[in-house]
């Protein structure tokens, strides 16, 4: 176990790529989800009606603070008590994004929020409707300060991705793990299971400094 | 939109103030951290493994008499060789024999100190030192042999399939198509594959979540050891196992590979002799394996 | 409803729980050392150390904990200690690790926020190095870390129930040992996450009230929602 030995790499590299395409899939499904989901919460702990406000923070609140594994298994193991069987891929994604999506909320909203209340005020004094303020004034200057923390939770949704191997789901770190386990080679596996999140979260961090190389504005800093 | 779009990401502006044959020349700035990480990853991966602390040649069994304990790795989840009852108390084949084995080496039955292992980890455990033996429902096969040594035989055991009551399935190749759960790590993973190559097969780390898969009838049977099988069924009978075995499965007590552990080994291999010669084996075989031809 | 099982196994479970709580505070004590030491690296303008820093920083950030953990407990600490890492070493090592990575980012990005104006403002009043250090920089700088720290210390407690995947009888690994024998998933999970929604959310609500009673009134407006 401590001599290298790649060569058994070469021989799980099948397994290992499917691992792979198994986690991009739910990567991948889960951020449009999450996503969704965060956009929706964002929304809806903004308006006027108290009732959905209190639910949506009710639940942000509760989805936050609960950690995910624990989430994971109350879909995959509570809702099997109930007698709903969902898939395990399901239950992965639905838990994935139903967490994330509540990081992502929090994140919209103080963004949304931090854009300085003056600008709204001299929008509409301007004349301009709500959603013409939103999409000319608000939404451009709210998007530079989102940015970074939205990459980071895309980040952060690609490395819990690998807690749905505890759901028999057949991703990276299931293969990874079984390769492990099953040749006794724990180096090995583990440091290229390594090098494959690194790529997967760099390309995501990589995107995300590009984006927020052009999106920026010269001259212009994050006044409160 | 287009104008929006066009706006939002300044890509004239950013073209129009730098020179744009340049431009390109700020790329690789963006990814010099993602290059450096590479590089230092595997400089670090290398210099770890290559630092190996050189592990002390004591003799493994004169440890054990210094220490006065046995660490014996067990399984906590596979009844009847190893599980945790109602009240809470760890008990089981296993533990009864590594009970008597520290009772004709140590002297003392309750010199024991039991760790949790899990089919996946319990020859990592050997391998890092972690126990002493292991005696985990542990197949003896020549894969494992290259890593860990193994005793002689206590017990032998078959791979069998368990299905629920009302099942049709009959036999392994009925198995084809359905799904099967397996544990990770388990001889069984490998073997469901070449008897049922067109069975869909999940693993999972521990029995009792393999099991609890197959009880919300997530998928249609699980194979393992009959006797593990048999310890299920005693609490929930409305499963069943099939008749046919697949294969002979010896469980041996696992011991780390190295000329530290040979005295060790010798001694529980005496051991284990004397305890078949006097017929104590055979009493904890009839005590924990009821409704089962030792073969 | 099966809510028996959580009465009668109460004492075993909230054993679990004073792992976990044994686990998070030495890691929280753990992570804030190194995670000082690594994010002054960071931002100091002496480049190996910066980057040896930001080198080890963005390693450990761009792998799932989960991996970390089981690559800690199986191969790093057996082939470093060469003798036997228990689990709550094993998983102590690598949530500290982890998570001194995040406070290394936290604290450098409290350092830059200082603007130079209060620094020159300071250094213009005659403080010295430390004098400066201890009335403007430091009281400043910790405000604004104060709550990203206690979040990722939020983080932390919950990603202690990772270490139950290698065998750590914590909160989630003594109910799993619960339900295991008892088949009732559904109420001690829930109740589990109760408890751990109970532990977050008032170190949460705490983070809030700190953050209010600290804060420059130009800093922290009412956040109205823009209606």
Known sequence: MYELDFNILYNALPSIINGLRVTLLISLFSSFFAFIIGVLLAFLRNTEFSAARFAATAYVELVRNIPLLILLYLFYKGLSNIGINLPSIICGILALSLYTGAFISEVLRSGINSIAREQFEAARGLGLSRRQTFSLVIFPQAIRIILPPLGSQFINLIKNSSLVSFIAVTDLFYVIYKGAVDDFRIFEFFIAGAIIYMGLTGIVAVISNLLEYYLKIPGRTIKV | MVKFMKNIFNLERVFKNENSSFSFLTLPLRFTKFTLLFILTFVVMIGLTSCKKEKTNQDLLSIVKQRGTIIAGVKFDSRPFGFIDADQKLKGFDIDLVREIAKRILGDENAVKFQQVTSSNRIFSLTTGSVDLVAATLTINSKRRQVIDFSSPYFIAGQAIMVPEKSAIKSVRNLNGKKVVVVLGSTSEKNIRELAPKATVEGFRTYTDAFSALRAGRADALTTDDTIITGFLIENPNFKILDERYTKEPYGLGFRKGVDTQSFQQAVNAVLEEIEADGTLDLLRKKWIHKYNNR | ?227
């Open chain 3, 1 to 227: 409803m099966f809510w028996s099982d959580i009465f009668y196994n109460f004492d075993f479970l909230m054993k679990g729980l004073l792992i976990t709580l044994e686990l998070a505070s030495v890691s929280i004590i753990g992570s804030l050392i190194i995670g000082v030491i690594l994010g002054v690296f960071r931002y100091s303008r002496l480049f190996p150390l910066n980057i040896i820093a930001t080198a080890f920083i963005e390693l450990i950030r761009s792998i799932p904990l989960i991996l970390f953990i089981v690559f800690v407990h199986f191969g790093l600490l057996p082939a470093i200690l060469g003798s036997p890492a228990s689990f709550f070493q094993s998983s102590c090592i690598a949530l500290t690790i982890f998570t001194s990575a995040y406070v290394a980012e936290i604290i450098r990005g409290g350092l830059k926020s200082i603007e130079m104006g209060n620094i020159d403002a300071a250094k213009s009043l005659g403080l010295n190095y430390f004098q400066r250090l201890a009335y403007i920089i430091l009281p400043l700088a910790i405000t604004r870390m104060m709550p990203a720290l206690v979040s990722q210390f939020i983080s932390l407690i919950k990603d202690t129930s990772l270490a139950s995947t290698i065998g750590l009888i914590e909160l989630t690994r003594s109910g799993e040992i619960i339900y295991e024998r008892t088949y009732h998933e559904l109420e001690i999970l829930l109740f589990i996450a109760f408890i751990y929604f109970i532990i977050c959310y008032s170190l949460s609500f705490l983070s809030r009230n700190l953050e209010s009673k600290s804060c420059y009134p130009i800093e922290c407006r009412e956040l109205t929602p823009i209606n």
